[in-house]
């Protein structure tokens, strides 16, 4: 089955995800040929997530001890997605393999799609999930605005409908989710499952956690030094959004860097829901999700 993208002119279905044409190449030799070490950490999500700040905070965590000053950071100078590549387009040819342990990559590719190696091995993956409803607002404005082909952008009710039946880029949103929520269940060590909405409430204890689930746990030392606090500092919206090196260039030769920065806001989406469209998409949630044990405050 084929069908139109939101960004770009076709997505097929491939292996039970709605998968971009221009990566289906890329994924097959990712899943073939990627060779997974013991200490890579994967940082995996649904576009329009958080992966832009998750990946700079699993950057900044990772590799605290080598950056201890945060005046010259690598976070001052270059985006989180050219600090944790993703992993798919490094098959491409114009992005090279990390070569420094632990190795960090991102990742859209739904964990039933991971490659075998990446399965066999004990590398760590941290999922980003976000609300749905937001979910959905962040990328009618992303994928509005990088639209690779002269196509009239979506209207917001044609990308609803799309969206409800789960064709978008990466999508089903709820099978994605899934596919990583029920491997955090089974194998809490190997997937710590994440909330966008968890980080901005409370991101001093995600920051912990994560720092844990890696192990990377923090010392006394560094709590007493507020290290933890100039990561989140560090990571922040307001910093890295208005950080020269995210506000012009493009990075993988075609995204903006600054489209990853729009308002960083919880329940945004209030502003463009209409009651039909809240009562649909809480539907669908509510039916996509049952029984799973994963669910979001609405
Ligand atoms: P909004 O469109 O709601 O503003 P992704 O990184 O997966 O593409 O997700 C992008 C979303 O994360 C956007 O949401 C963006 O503004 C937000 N975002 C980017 N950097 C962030 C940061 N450092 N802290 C919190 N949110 C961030």
């Given at each position: 089955?084929?069908?139109?993208?939101?960004?770009i002119?076709?997505?097929?279905?491939?292996?039970?995800?709605?998968?971009?044409?221009?990566?289906?190449?890329?994924?097959?030799?990712?899943?073939?040929?990627?060779?997974?070490?013991?200490?890579?950490?994967?940082?995996?999500?649904?576009?329009?997530?958080?992966?832009?700040w998750?990946?700079?905070?699993?950057?900044?965590?990772?590799?605290?001890?080598?950056?201890?000053?945060f005046?010259?950071?690598?976070?001052?100078?270059?985006?989180?997605?050219?600090?944790?590549?993703?992993?798919?387009?490094?098959?491409?040819?114009?992005?090279?393999?990390?070569?420094?342990?632990?190795?960090?990559?991102?990742?859209?590719?739904?964990?039933?799609?991971?490659?075998?190696?990446?399965?066999?091995?004990?590398?760590?993956i941290?999922?980003i999930?976000?609300?749905?409803?937001?979910?959905?607002?962040?990328?009618?404005?992303?994928?509005?605005?990088?639209?690779l082909?002269?196509?009239?952008?979506?209207?917001?009710?044609?990308?609803?409908?799309?969206?409800?039946?789960?064709?978008?880029?990466?999508?089903?949103?709820?099978?994605?989710?899934?596919g990583?929520?029920?491997?955090?269940?089974?194998?809490?060590?190997?997937?710590?499952?994440?909330?966008?909405e968890?980080?901005?409430?409370d991101?001093?204890?995600?920051?912990?956690?994560?720092a844990?689930?890696?192990?990377?746990?923090?010392?006394?030392?560094?709590e007493?030094?507020?290290?933890i606090?100039?990561?989140?500092k560090?990571?922040?919206?307001?910093?890295?959004?208005?950080?020269?090196?995210?506000?012009?260039?493009?990075?993988?030769?075609?995204?903006?860097?600054?489209?990853?920065?729009?308002?960083?806001?919880?329940?945004?989406?209030?502003?463009?829901?209409?009651?039909?469209?809240?009562?649909?998409?809480?539907?669908?949630?509510?039916?996509?999700?049952?029984?799973?044990?994963?669910?979001?405050?609405?």
């Amino acid at each position: 089955p084929r069908e139109r993208g939101w960004a770009i002119p076709d997505l097929y279905l491939f292996q039970q995800f709605w998968c971009p044409s221009i990566l289906i190449k890329e994924v097959n030799i990712f899943q073939k040929d990627f060779e997974a070490k013991d200490s890579d950490v994967i940082v995996a999500s649904f576009p329009k997530s958080g992966t832009t700040w998750l990946k700079a905070l699993t950057f900044a965590i990772v590799n605290r001890q080598c950056f201890s000053s945060f005046e010259n950071h690598p976070l001052l100078s270059s985006n989180p997605h050219e600090l944790v590549l993703a992993v798919e387009f490094i098959y491409r040819g114009d992005v090279h393999c990390p070569t420094i342990e632990p190795r960090l990559f991102g990742t859209h590719t739904p964990f039933p799609s991971l490659p075998k190696s990446i399965m066999e091995s004990n590398c760590k993956i941290i999922y980003i999930c976000r609300n749905p409803f937001d979910t959905f607002v962040s990328a009618m404005s992303f994928f509005g605005k990088i639209k690779l082909e002269p196509l009239s952008t979506l209207k917001m009710e044609e990308a609803f409908e799309m969206y409800c039946n789960g064709i978008i880029e990466f999508g089903p949103w709820w099978s994605h989710m899934l596919g990583y929520w029920k491997e955090s269940i089974a194998k809490p060590i190997r997937v710590l499952f994440l909330k966008y909405e968890d980080l901005k409430e409370d991101a001093n204890f995600q920051v912990k956690k994560i720092a844990e689930f890696l192990g990377f746990p923090f010392t006394q030392e560094e709590e007493n030094n507020k290290v933890i606090e100039s990561i989140i500092k560090l990571c922040s919206f307001e910093k890295m959004k208005n950080l020269e090196v995210n506000k012009s260039g493009k990075i993988y030769q075609f995204l903006e860097k600054k489209y990853f920065f729009r308002k960083a806001e919880t329940r945004d989406w209030e502003n463009y829901f209409s009651p039909y469209m809240r009562e649909k998409l809480s539907k669908i949630i509510e039916e996509k999700l049952d029984g799973s044990g994963l669910s979001f405050v609405i």
